[in-house]
């Protein structure tokens, strides 16, 4: 068997997409989909909106890249709208949200560093977290499916329960730098952090003179109606990784940070070839423009609790199958009862329901639409959904 020129580390499936419009992807067979997985959260203002495509066209016939040993004027403007809308005051632009992960992990030691405590290098993290494939953020999950042989991972990590404010608190030592966490588990199930919990991290931080590091990455940027999801608890971290929506679909991540916990990260600290290069900035500038436009986020909001409300009052017609929804705004998720397999329910919506969704941990259906979205696209997912349900013949279908 000869191996792919495209490196085979995906399991990818039949669907092969050509066009993208609004909410629907088209296969290069021609079949439309509703894309209710956004890929994976990133498509936030749906595929080809055209205030992003102007954008990044007219960008590109400017300027694409130049290194950034010169001044950035793009950078300097993303970023302090950022700063402008964010708890942060300075951010570092990156390409992924493994690599804005890789500078929150890099700026939470060198704070300690800074301080003269090189010691506190360890990061509480927590159980089914996901933060990206890097050896650095794989090293941050204990979950062994993404771990297994990468090792010798790096250390510096230590792993509690998510939601277990206690278990968390009890790692703490003289080496711990900070928690590390999710505001709300994607990949892991959905799961949403409890303010108890958020809250008790955070406390917790001030108490011992340690960082609170937040993932945003796929939660972030109005994924939950919020601009970011820490706002629902009504507490601010250190130091945050955003990335997904932040590009509406561009390459394009960031690692923000408050002033005091990014004194470590001076010159010669951190870098990259292609981040926040000029394109990226203009992708960024643009799904800002869409975001921060007055009721663009209480819509969110506002049909992300109607979508909910429907997916709980289908659950009693299909109470063989589903157990609960979970997660909060337009990160969705349907969990499925025992012995039924998410990955196996997402193909047969995929291939016999044309409506795309995303499997997680926890026996979790993702669903991840743009946040776009209006009634229609709701009514016609609970349809889709529906009928999925009802033909769906269990772990043996697909």
Not at 180 to 188: A, M, P
Not at 224 to 253: C, N, Q, S
Request: net charge negative; with cysteine.
């Amino acid at each position: 068997m000869s191996t792919p020129a495209l490196m085979p580390v995906y399991p990818r499936c039949g669907v092969r997409p050509v066009r993208g419009e609004g909410v629907y992807l088209y296969g290069e067979d021609g079949t439309e989909y509703l894309d209710f997985a956004a890929g994976i959260a990133v498509n936030a203002l749906g595929h080809g909106h055209p205030h992003l495509v102007k954008a990044i066209a007219d960008q590109a016939a400017t300027l694409m890249h130049v290194s950034n040993l010169y001044g950035s004027p793009q950078g300097e403007a993303l970023a302090q709208r950022i700063v402008d809308n964010s708890f942060a005051d300075t951010v570092f632009f990156t390409n992924s949200g493994a690599e804005a992960i890789e500078c929150a992990i890099k700026t939470a030691r060198r704070f300690h560093h800074a301080n003269g405590n090189p010691q506190r290098h360890t990061l509480i993290t927590f159980n089914n977290a996901f933060h990206g494939r890097t050896l650095g953020a794989i090293s941050a999950t204990n979950q062994a499916k993404m771990r297994d042989g990468f090792e010798p991972l790096l250390p510096g990590f230590a792993y509690a329960p998510f939601n277990d404010l206690d278990a968390a608190l009890a790692l703490i030592d003289n080496s711990t730098a900070g928690f590390l966490v999710e505001t709300v588990q994607g990949e892991g199930g959905v799961s949403v952090g409890t303010e108890a919990f958020i809250k008790g991290l955070r406390q917790a931080c001030d108490e011992h003179g340690l960082l609170l590091v937040l993932d945003e990455v796929q939660c972030g940027y109005g994924r939950t109606g919020r601009m970011w999801a820490y706002e629902h608890h009504g507490i601010t971290p250190d130091i945050m990784a955003v990335a997904k929506g932040i590009g509406g679909g561009f390459p394009l991540g960031a690692c923000l940070a408050t002033a005091e916990a990014a004194k470590g990260m001076v010159f010669g600290t951190h870098g990259s070839t292609y981040g926040g290069n000029p394109l990226a900035m203009a992708a960024g500038q643009a799904v800002l423009d869409v975001m921060l436009e007055s009721g663009f986020l209480e819509h969110v909001e506002t049909i992300g609790q109607r979508l909910r409300q429907a997916l709980e009052q289908m659950i009693p017609n299909h109470d063989a199958l589903f157990e609960e929804v979970r997660g909060s705004g337009l990160m969705l998720g349907l969990k499925l009862k025992p012995g039924n397999e998410p990955r196996a329910f997402v193909a047969h919506l995929r291939d016999n329901h044309q409506l795309l969704t995303v499997a997680a941990g926890e026996n979790v259906v993702r669903i991840l639409p743009p946040l776009v979205i209006d009634e229609s696209h709701v009514a016609q997912a609970i349809e889709r959904l529906s009928e999925g349900a009802r033909t769906f013949a269990g772990p043996s279908d697909d």
